[in-house]
């Protein structure tokens, strides 16, 4: 079974509409993380959070809403996307969020806004 | 000067040679380093960690750190077209509880049969 689980693997939704990115890990981890990787363009880290607090929110718009009710499940809400926004979104856990533990990424979700 | 740099490439070597990756990194107290290999379409996935200077070594891979100098870099022996890839430097920096980890743009590889 893979460590870190995301759902749905592909979503395409007009810009209007209202959708949630699931991530799942399996590793007894205490950090989770959500990145952008756009085509030809590097990892952009969105959001952290450690032990399910938000450690960090590295500019990312409002219409990204990042959700962790524990330390297993990270969620990101999506509402009024634009087309800009498509890309694969990529979730990682970590031991800890000491930055001292290799992160375990997820497969993404390859999100197409229309 | 960007945290972390690599070359884009691509890199091409031809099968069984050695491939050598570098990266160097702007933050001085930098004590974590990973490299990843990223498929195409893929995720990225964890190849190597590396904390002292020196030399560390897992089957193929060795990864070298040079933390005077700031670079770390990944050398790939016997390389197999199925190494072809991007690999991702990854350091950390800051201080405190959290860290923030940085990724490089990372570096194309293409193994010529």
């Known amino acids: 079974e893979t460590g870190v689980t995301q759902t749905p693997r592909h979503l395409v939704m007009g810009m209007t509409n209202k959708k949630s990115l699931k991530c799942e890990q399996h590793l007894g981890h205490n950090a989770m993380y959500w990145y952008k990787q756009s085509a030809k363009k590097p990892l952009e880290l969105m959001f952290v959070?450690?032990?399910?607090?938000?450690?960090e929110n590295n500019s990312v718009p409002s219409r990204f809403s990042p959700e962790c009710p524990n330390s297993s499940h990270l969620f990101l809400h999506l509402h009024t996307l634009q087309p800009e926004d498509s890309a694969l979104y990529l979730c990682?856990?970590?031991?800890?969020?000491?930055?001292?533990?290799?992160?375990?990424f997820g497969d993404g979700t390859r999100l197409s806004i229309l | 000067q960007k945290e972390v740099e690599q070359n884009s490439g691509p890199l091409s070597v031809p099968e069984g040679a050695i491939a050598s990756l570098n990266c160097t990194y702007s933050?001085?107290?930098?004590?974590?380093f990973f490299w990843y290999r990223q498929y195409s379409g893929k995720s990225p996935e964890l190849i190597m960690s590396i904390y002292s200077n020196g030399d560390k070594e897992d089957g193929r891979f060795t990864a070298q750190l040079n933390k005077t100098s700031q670079y770390v870099s990944l050398l790939i022996r016997d390389s197999q077209p199925s190494d072809s890839a991007t690999y991702l430097c990854?350091?950390?920096?800051?201080?405190?509880?959290?860290?923030?980890?940085?990724f490089g743009t990372g570096t194309k590889l293409q193994v010529i049969p």
């Open positions: 933050d001085r107290v930098s004590q974590s």
């Open positions: 990682a856990s970590s031991q800890d969020g000491s930055g001292l533990r290799p992160q375990h």
């Open positions: 990854a350091v950390n920096h800051g201080s405190g509880g959290y860290q923030k980890v940085t």
């Open positions: 959070y450690s032990l399910e607090e938000r450690v």
